[in-house]
């Protein structure tokens, strides 16, 4: 909602609380998958959804949850600092 607000064309989000807060990584990834595609199926209007993770395991996961929500075309794993 507050993206829509001010008309962002871009967000970010950390992989929340699943570090040092121990909330369930699997979870709280799907919960960001199934939210982000309902978010764009509505006709929500982003360019670009950045997810970042703090870590390689982190990475994999999200990366696997994404790829089985959206379909392996349908995102891109755009990484910084990779080849």
């Known amino acids: 909602a507050i993206a829509a607000e001010r008309q962002f064309a871009s967000i970010a989000f950390p992989a929340i609380s699943t570090g040092a807060y121990g909330y369930p990584l699997h979870e709280a990834t799907h919960v960001a998958a199934v939210q982000t595609r309902n978010h764009l199926e509505s006709g929500g209007d982003l ?8 870590s390689e395991e982190v990475q994999e996961v999200y990366l ?20």
């Open 47 to 54: 360019d670009r959804i950045v997810f970042a993770c703090f």
């Open 64 to 83: 696997a949850t994404f790829e089985d929500a959206f379909g392996p075309d349908l995102f891109s794993t755009d990484i910084p600092g990779s080849p």
